[in-house]
């Protein structure tokens, strides 16, 4: 009974590209806005950016650097947190997790990009 459960997450962490395609025409159907379903896509599919990165410097680099991807996280969370303090003087923090959650979306979905082809290109030339 478990192991389909785990076979999907196993999927969808390793695949965030589907998933995020997949929730983005859910949500464009469901919201019936383009961009709002562009918005909630990557707020739901983050996490799973993440993982997938740690997955691939595992299966590249044969370590985990799970430590490094939490480290980068608290730093660009720590930028955010003072720009936005030295930019408006007081701190909205819905504004300010929302602009942190969608940034890391987009740092780790070029990641997982480069990695990506990293691998290819590896798995190419040996």
Same mark, same amino acid.
């Given at each position: 009974? +478990?192991? %389909? ?6 999927? *969808?962490?390793?695949? &965030?590209?589907?998933? $995020?395609?997949?929730?983005?025409? /859910?949500?464009? %159907?469901?919201?019936?806005?383009? &961009?709002?379903?562009?918005?909630? !896509?990557?707020? #739901?599919?983050? +996490? $799973? ?20 991807? *939490? ?7 720590? /930028?955010?947190?003072? *720009? ?5 003087g007081e701190l909205r #923090? ?18 997982? +990009? $480069?990695?990506? #082809?990293t691998g290819l290109v590896?798995?190419? !030339?040996?």
């Amino acid at each position: 009974m +478990l192991n %389909w459960t785990t076979e999907i997450s196993a999927w *969808l962490i390793v695949c &965030p590209v589907f998933l $995020f395609f997949f929730l983005y025409w /859910g949500l464009k %159907w469901g919201l019936k806005s383009q &961009p709002r379903a562009l918005r909630w !896509s990557a707020d #739901l599919t983050t +996490l $799973f950016f993440i993982l997938a990165d740690h997955f691939w410097m595992v299966q590249l680099f044969g370590r985990s650097f799970l430590l490094y991807i *939490l480290l980068v996280l608290f730093l660009v969370g720590i /930028g955010i947190v003072i *720009l936005f303090a030295l930019r408006d003087g007081e701190l909205r #923090l819905e504004r300010v997790f929302r602009t942190y959650w969608r940034l890391c979306f987009f740092i780790f979905a070029v990641l997982y +990009l $480069f990695f990506y #082809l990293t691998g290819l290109v590896l798995a190419i !030339s040996y």
